[in-house]
């Protein structure tokens, strides 16, 4: 990214520039708020590190001032401040700051938010271009059914809903506030508006017979289901951080439980012609745990086993063993796909991990499933181990106790 570091500290300045450098930024620099002003109308960077406190125009002013401007596009803005940042939030959102950093800046939480920062900037453009091709394609096919244009613009307008929606999420997930876990009804209210209006319309498109038309509806209805599923990831993560998970323990049928996610991952094996094995016997027997979690733990490992693999295997292992008078329930995952090197399967558990940039812009997602996997796995008083070797696959295994004891 292009970034604007507007701090009058030289030590801080220094150690910021550097660090940014590092991550492989482009940086610009300005001793106070004024001539950060000057320099943002000169470079339009796409983000702001400001010092609260500066001479000439302080961090919060100069947040003010680019607010005021009139612009498709504003930067990300983070205000540094020596203050209590909880204190300080509600002058800075007034502002118009999107976040906030407390001094001395720590470098790794820095880089998880240029990180959130960057994402939020990819799923803005992609949404804009589904926009462009929308009315683009409405205006090519002049559509002569009321009813389907007067659909068009309630889409539009629950599109910009789900955008207020997300800079939210950016904003509380990014200061680390406990707000965003009861967010869940609020981000997830437009999202399902727009899924189910745009499975509605491509219908109508169909019997309409405008293919193209359904082509790009379908590609917004896919687009939705993803930024659905980031969501409830971001939410994920977040209630784990503020501790606000909670199980619901009760006894399930683990072969079922199997069965039933067999049935849901078949289109994505089929997708990428790949071969299912399962070895789960009936001798499993049941388990008392959280069935929703395990369910979304095992479906994080099939999906990614799916996505890393073309025209392979994946085999689904599930065995009980006992130690030491308890039994547990070990659950495999292995796949013939992309693989890792041992230095990426140190880090492929950590939030917004993927194992390289190309492997994101190849694979998408938000590298936050294994980060949740894992905490599901360790809440559950279990764990999760990962095997890889690249070009060859992976196995992941999940050990979980066969009955929880959450107290």
């Not at 993560?237 to 606000?244: E, F, P």
């Not at 399967?345 to 390289?356: H, L, M």
């Amino acid at each position: 990214m292009r970034i604007l570091i507007a701090e009058d500290e030289a030590v801080a300045r220094k150690q910021l520039h550097s660090a940014l450098l590092a991550m492989g930024h482009e940086v610009f620099i300005a001793f106070d708020g004024k001539k950060a002003l000057q320099v943002y109308h000169q470079e339009q960077p796409d983000a702001i590190i400001a010092d609260w406190i500066m001479p000439e125009m302080d961090g919060i002013e100069l947040c003010r001032k680019i607010r005021e401007l009139q612009s498709e596009q504003y930067p990300f803005v983070i205000i540094v401040t020596c203050n209590d940042i909880k204190k300080s939030r509600k002058v800075g959102y007034d502002a118009g700051a999107d976040d906030f950093l407390a001094k001395p800046i720590d470098k790794l939480e820095l880089q998880v938010r240029l990180r959130a920062c960057e994402r939020i900037m990819v799923l803005q453009q992609e949404e804009k271009k589904l926009h462009h091709k929308l009315f683009k394609a409405l205006d090519e096919s002049q559509l002569t059914n009321h009813h389907l244009k007067n659909a068009m613009v309630e889409l539009w307008n629950t599109q910009e809903q789900l955008q207020n929606a997300l800079q939210e999420v950016k904003q509380a997930t990014q200061a680390k506030s406990i707000f965003l876990a009861n967010m869940s009804h609020e981000l997830r209210t437009p999202l399902n508006a727009i899924i189910g209006f745009s499975e509605m319309l491509t219908e109508d498109a169909q019997e309409l017979e405008l293919y193209d038309m359904s082509q790009d509806l379908t590609k917004i209805h896919q687009a939705g289901k993803q930024l659905l599923q980031m969501i409830n990831d971001i939410l994920d993560i977040s209630r784990l951080d503020a501790d606000k998970m909670t199980l619901k323990i009760e006894q399930f049928s683990i072969f079922a439980l199997i069965q039933d996610i067999i049935a849901s991952i078949q289109p994505m094996v089929q997708q990428h012609n790949n071969t299912l094995e399962v070895n789960c016997a009936d001798a499993l027997a049941s388990m008392n745990a959280d069935s929703h979690r395990v369910r979304q733990i095992l479906s994080n490992l099939m999906s990614n086993a799916c996505k890393f693999t073309e025209k392979g295997v994946i085999r689904l292992t599930a065995i009980r063993k006992t130690f030491n008078g308890k039994d547990w329930i070990y659950f495999q995952v292995s796949d013939t796909g992309i693989g890792m090197t041992m230095e990426q399967t140190e880090q492929i558990f950590n939030a917004f991990a993927q194992v390289d940039s190309s492997t994101t812009r190849k694979y998408g997602g938000t590298g936050l499933g294994l980060t949740i996997t894992k905490r599901l796995c360790e809440i559950m008083n279990g764990d999760i181990c990962v095997q890889s070797t690249l070009g060859e696959g992976s196995t992941f295994t999940v050990a979980l106790p066969a009955d929880i004891d959450i107290e």
